[in-house]
């Protein structure tokens, strides 16, 4: 998702640096205790506009969300999104997926979601896709022991593509839904993008999986 270049947008994050954190990074190890309570910390990758985790964070106020999102540009939407649910429980970080495991200890996340991730169909493109195996160790490396990631998407060609991308890497899949959206789950957060493809009628993917270790 690109959206055209927000000027202010710097800012505006500048100005709101108790929701989009600073330096993440010297936080690696002390979540926590920056959120000064020892709630579980479940992260969103690729975050976007934020609808989703600002309405995991009204819903599970024992729970510390942190949404990471690559653009600025997005990421200024989100930022609204937290001060107009007034939800203490969120912040964003505004980095790429890539540097998660500087910004992370071993083990200091309970659960990661990925949601609409870009699908990236070209096969010589697969290694930027969010459930490629090398995304999948670093995500491995911060989640709790038998840590899960929770996958949504509209895109039948990346869901199973990381389907198999899960179970080749020993991952457990404990929950697949081939349309969630005519399944008895409970509890569903629509994301801006599932909202957008459930509208046209397309469905809706959805997995857990959890590493093994
Ligand atoms: N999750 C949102 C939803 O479902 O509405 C947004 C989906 S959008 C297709 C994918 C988002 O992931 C974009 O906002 C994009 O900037 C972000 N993204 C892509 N690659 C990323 C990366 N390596 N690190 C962090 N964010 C990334």
Do not use: C
């Amino acid at each position: 998702m690109r959206v055209r270049n927000k000027p202010w947008a710097s800012e505006f994050l500048a100005e709101n640096r108790h929701i989009a954190i600073a330096q993440p990074s010297e936080l690696k190890g002390k979540w926590q205790e920056f959120f000064g309570n020892s709630n579980p910390i479940h992260i969103e990758v690729g975050t976007g506009k934020g609808q989703f985790l600002t309405g995991m964070a009204k819903a599970n106020p024992d729970i510390n969300y942190l949404g990471i999102e690559l653009f600025q540009s997005v990421m200024v939407i989100a930022v609204q999104k937290v001060i107009d649910a007034e939800v203490d429980n969120l912040k964003l970080l505004n980095v790429d997926a890539a540097v998660l495991t500087d910004i992370f200890e071993d083990g200091e996340v309970d659960r990661l979601y990925l949601n609409f991730s870009d699908p990236w169909p070209k096969k010589r493109h697969e290694k930027r896709r969010l459930t490629y195996k090398t995304f999948l160790s670093l995500y491995e490396r911060l989640l709790v022991k038998g840590g899960e990631i929770h996958f949504k998407t509209d895109n039948q060609g990346l869901f199973e593509f990381s389907l198999r991308s899960f179970s080749e890497y020993g991952m457990l899949l404990t929950f697949v839904s081939l349309d969630l959206h005519q399944s008895d789950f409970e509890g569903n957060i629509m994301t801006e993008y599932e909202e957008k493809f459930s509208n046209k009628g397309q469905r809706i993917y959805r997995s857990e999986a959890k590493f093994q270790n």
